[in-house]
């Protein structure tokens, strides 16, 4: 059984993710590298989207949270 990596990651951020995820495959070719985006699964899961808005509303109050509203454009870091 291959040894896995896993490399959660947030959009394409410039690019450095892609770029990231083909560095993991060439210098750990004997590991099965498996890439996560997660605003792909905030897009595609409403139960973990409403998570995560309360959660910034949580931490950063309502302004964060109307500007959270707009997804999966502008995520608050």
Do not use: Q
């Not at 896993?6 to 590298?33: Q, T």
């Not at 897009?43 to 707009?70: D, V």
């Amino acid at each position: 059984m291959p040894r896995k990596i896993a490399f959660i990651r947030r959009g394409s951020f410039s690019h450095i993710n892609a770029i990231v995820g083909e560095m993991l495959r060439k210098h750990f070719p004997e590991h099965e590298v498996e890439i996560t985006d997660v605003d792909e699964i905030l897009k595609r899961n409403k139960g973990m989207r409403l998570c995560y808005l309360l959660h910034i509303f949580k931490i950063y109050g309502w302004r964060s949270l109307a500007s959270s509203m707009k997804f999966p454009e502008k995520l608050p870091a």
